[in-house]
């Protein structure tokens, strides 16, 4: 009989946790005020920048407290650390699209007579692709020029 009793003391003991743990999540948890949904993310890279700094401003002020003065001083650290890792961005794409030029051309020897044009077209076309979305780049003279 005694185990008996221990057994259905463990078992009441375990429906109160579940029930007040039920109970903590329905209070808990307002269903009449859902969490703000995120943010669309931005257009371009000008205001992806914007809203990146502005994030990072946001917590930075939350996170230590930061006062007007120095919130005035981090500003335009954060901007010039957003262009900054945009310009970084472009460049790494840059050389994404360098490397699969650079695979077109390691794939040619091993291509059938008839497949080698399908390839010279699309290595065209990338190289146009390259040529429009990356000018800026291949303007600036700390990069180096590649073979288009």
């Known amino acids: 009989m005694n185990r008996n009793l221990q057994r259905g003391k463990v078992a009441v003991a375990l429906l109160m946790i579940l029930a007040g743990g039920i109970t903590l999540g329905w209070y808990g948890h307002d269903v009449r005020n859902p969490p703000p949904a995120p943010s669309p993310p931005p257009a371009n890279s000008s205001e992806a920048a914007n809203h990146w700094t502005d994030r990072a401003m946001l917590t ?12 005035q001083k981090i500003r ?51 190289r146009e692709d390259i040529k429009l979305r990356f000018a800026p780049l291949l303007k600036d003279p700390s990069t180096p020029p590649p073979e288009l």
């Not at 002020?61 to 003065?69: F, I």
């Not at 794939?107 to 080698?116: F, S």
């Open 60 to 71: 930075l002020s939350r996170e230590l407290q930061l006062s007007t003065e120095q919130q």
């Open 76 to 126: 335009p650290l954060l901007q010039e650390s957003s262009r900054k890792m945009d310009l970084d961005r472009e460049r790494a794409l840059f050389q994404l699209h360098l490397q699969v030029l650079r695979v077109h051309d390691e794939l040619r020897p091993h291509l059938l007579p008839d497949q080698a044009p399908a390839l010279e077209r699309m290595s065209l076309r990338l």
